[in-house]
Structures are given as structure tokens and as C-alpha cells.
């Protein structure tokens, strides 16, 4: 059985909080190190704001879709690296450290 299908009610799509939980239930089976936490609780804001941006290139006209879609890849691809810090540091602190001095631009 799956967390995510199951967080929300029949003939609903999952929403925000499913992908909280989710991602929370994902930590957890990674391990206790905050390192885990911090990077599926942060890709869970990533994730909600890569749906926003997927609508967006959808309703948007057929001719600019493929530079929009483009940069949308970037972007993730960016911002997915940007987090994989606190799965490879582990440590609170130095997770933080390390995101402060790249003024926490990811979470922007």
C-alpha cells in the first residue's frame, strides 16, 4: 500500500497535505538525521510549486510551451541539487550553514 494515494478521499486528486505527509513518511524511512527531514519537507514546497509552474505552462500558448517546459527542467534540476545538500550533509547545522551561504536561494 501507498501513503500519497490514500491521504485523501475517493475521486480526489492528492493535494498539499498528502504530499506533506508523504514526504514526512519518506524522511522518517530514511532515518532520523535532520538532514532527511529538511530535504522532503523542503522538496514538498519544491514539488507544490512545480505543480503552480506546470499549470502555468500549460495554460500558456502552444509556441512558447517548449521554452517554458525548458526552463521549468532547469529550474527543478537546480533547485533538486540545491536540497540534495541536506540529504548528503545529514547535520542541521551545517545543512543550514551551507544554505545560508548561498543565501537559501532554493527556498526562494
Not at 1 to 21: D, E, M, N, W
Not at 28 to 56: D, E, I, N, T
Request: glycine letters at 10%; aromatic letters at 16%.
Amino acid at each position: 500500500h501507498y501513503v500519497y494515494p490514500r491521504q485523501q478521499g475517493p475521486k480526489q486528486s492528492p493535494g498539499f497535505r498528502a504530499l506533506i505527509v508523504t514526504q514526512t513518511v519518506s524522511g522518517v524511512w530514511h532515518g532520523l538525521y535532520p538532514g532527511y527531514w529538511l530535504f522532503f519537507l523542503s522538496s514538498a514546497l519544491m514539488l507544490q510549486g512545480s505543480r503552480w509552474m506546470y499549470k502555468m505552462t500549460a495554460g500558456a500558448p502552444v509556441t512558447v510551451q517548449p521554452v517554458l517546459t525548458f526552463i521549468h527542467g532547469v529550474l527543478s534540476a537546480i533547485q533538486l541539487n540545491y536540497l540534495a545538500l541536506s540529504f548528503l550533509l545529514l547535520d542541521f547545522g551545517s545543512t543550514v550553514q551551507t544554505w545560508r551561504e548561498l543565501y537559501f536561494i532554493g527556498h526562494a
